[in-house]
């Protein structure tokens, strides 16, 4: 539409874009590149994309699994007439080779055992379900009242829902904060899923998408003598399944990755973290060695999002990009 | 419905919980935070006293709180409009092509859907000044004469490279180039929905009256045809960048950058309200960021009225 033509000008465009394209990989080639390559290779920066993948003795296993006085006494029979400091060498060799791997299993291993990566995961999971199933029980009756039934009031009600809009609830995480702290229930899967229950902006695509229903059919249910409660589940909640599924992706893409939310509530009790928080204090703990560790671990956390995304192009970015439909 | 007087009580019932939850959860903290800021509370204290508008008086006298400021406005004033002409820029080059304009589109929203703070501790791996592979693929490109022509370049093959997140010069920048990084690909989106509904006739009958570069077809039409796209597109970008916070926490945790160059606002909300317990001085930065988002939306909306009065 805009731009020549000619061979040369599409050539120059694939040329701008791939450079921009590189940039923007960049940082994920980093962190899978880093999450399979040793410590020292990191540190060198060499080995290209995937490293040798030459076996490493994990120095740390090592020391923990240390042969001691008692493993020396029960080997001595097997070892006959040797003295201890040989017996000791031997069981030592073979623990050294019990703690080698090659690097990638290392860091992978290293990140679900270090910290219980598979717990904040979990976490993850029933936090953002959680999120997004109360904001539907709690939106859905909401919208097809102010879609499809007359009330008195329904125009203040809406116009609060659009004013509500306008608060961007990260903005208030303090006095949220100083409310659940009162109530006792910082620490507590609560803290991370109550304030997130309303969504307002659910609300109003629930809203927008119900005014486009048919009447015809809201009534031949009440013909049917089904009550409006089950109007809203079994009749008005089928129809909406499209613009539910780009709602649930925009909720559980942002609620899988907040961070400064947990961050927020969730102070002292590790069992209760998100998976960005457990990579938040895998960071802090890291020491020089873990760089690979730790990249294996934004991998695990990035990848299940990134996958879902490319087998899900177009709904995902429907999903995303929702808010553009205001 | 049973019976009449229980059928008008039923949307009543179903607006109940989200009106409850909204006034629960929105509104009143909104409020809460207004009293807060007028007093020096702190959770677990005995006391509260109030203390007028001393918290907004500190917020404007101290220097730190300055930069705050600056670093809030600096931070949102380049990442909207970059990411603004990033993606919009993206989004034309990838129309115009014939083809692989998909892949592109995939690679670009890429960011958007990975967590940001994982990202961040990404990038200050890959900045890192020793071993990092920018400032090492930028030291194995020293032997390249004409490269070393670039003033910048040559500083840093002589001395070092930049330390990136490490000094006060380039840090509030760097982030700002992460903020962009990830936010270009959402704006490209919309910018790609926004021309594809530009109708095909308004090209052909500028092209009829004259505006035979592509330049003017882009003057004449497309910019303004997109003319609510880039509101929508601004504001978002705008509320979105006031709310940095994962960058600057995972890589500055303890000083909000070197020199509190990157001392921005939802960082000094954590900072002081939630980790020093001064609730009623980080309650009056609350206050200041929700009317800096409330001006943001007027704006919007008095750009979108003005459109449709225009139309």
Known sequence: MIGSRTNLGEALKHLVLILGALVVILPFYVMISYSLKSPGEIERNEGGFIGAQAPMVDERCVKLSEPDKKAIAAAKPKHAGKSDREIKDILLEKVRADCTMSPVVFNYSKAFSEAPLLLYLLNGVIVTLSIFFIQVLVALPCAYALAKLKFWGRGVVFGLVLFCLLIPVHAIALPLYIMLAKLGLTNTYAALIVPWTISVFGIFLMRQFFLTVPDDLIDAARMDGMTEFSIVWRVMLPTAIPALLAFAIFSVVAHWNDYFWPRVVITGNRDLFTPPLGLREFKGDADGSFYGPMMATATVIVTPLIIAFLLAQRRFIEGITLTGMK | ?311
């Open chain 2, 1 to 311: 419905m049973a019976t009449p007087a229980r059928g008008r009580m039923i949307p009543y019932a179903f607006v109940a919980p989200a009106l409850v939850l909204m006034f629960v959860i929105l509104l009143a903290p909104v409020i809460v935070a207004v009293v807060l800021s007028f007093t020096d509370y702190g959770l677990g204290n005995t006391s509260v006293s109030w203390v007028g508008w001393d918290n907004y008086e500190k917020i404007f006298k101290h220097s730190r709180y300055e930069k705050m400021m600056i670093a809030t406005l600096l931070y949102v004033g380049v990442v909207v409009p970059v990411s603004l002409g990033l993606g919009l820029g993206a989004a034309l080059l990838i129309k115009s092509l014939r083809w692989g304009g998909d892949l592109y589109k995939t690679i670009y929203f890429l960011p958007v859907m990975a967590a940001l703070l994982a990202m961040a501790i990404v990038w200050e791996f890959t900045l890192n000044p020793t071993i990092g592979i920018v400032n090492k693929t930028l030291a194995s490109y020293c032997d390249v004469q004409w490269l070393r022509a670039w003033p910048w370049f040559d500083q840093g093959c002589r001395d070092t490279f930049p330390l990136w997140l490490g000094e006060k010069e380039y840090a509030l920048w760097t982030l700002c180039f992460i903020g962009i990084w990830q936010a270009f690909g959402f704006n490209m989106v919309l910018y790609l929905a926004g021309l594809t509904s530009i109708p095909r006739e308004l090209y052909h009958a500028a092209e009829m009256d004259g505006a035979k570069s592509a330049w003017d077809r882009f003057r004449l039409v497309t910019w303004p045809m997109l003319g609510p796209t880039t509101v929508f597109v601004v504001t978002i970008t705008a509320i979105r960048s006031f709310q940095v916070f994962d960058t600057v926490e995972a890589i500055f945790p303890d000083s909000g950058g070197p020199a509190k160059s990157a001392y921005v606002m939802m960082f000094v909300i954590y900072e002081k309200g939630i980790k020093q317990n001064l609730i009623g001085f980080g309650a009056a930065v609350t206050v200041l960021f929700l009317l800096f988002v409330l001006a943001l939306t007027l704006i919007q909306h008095r750009m979108v009225e003005r459109r449709t009065h225009y139309a």
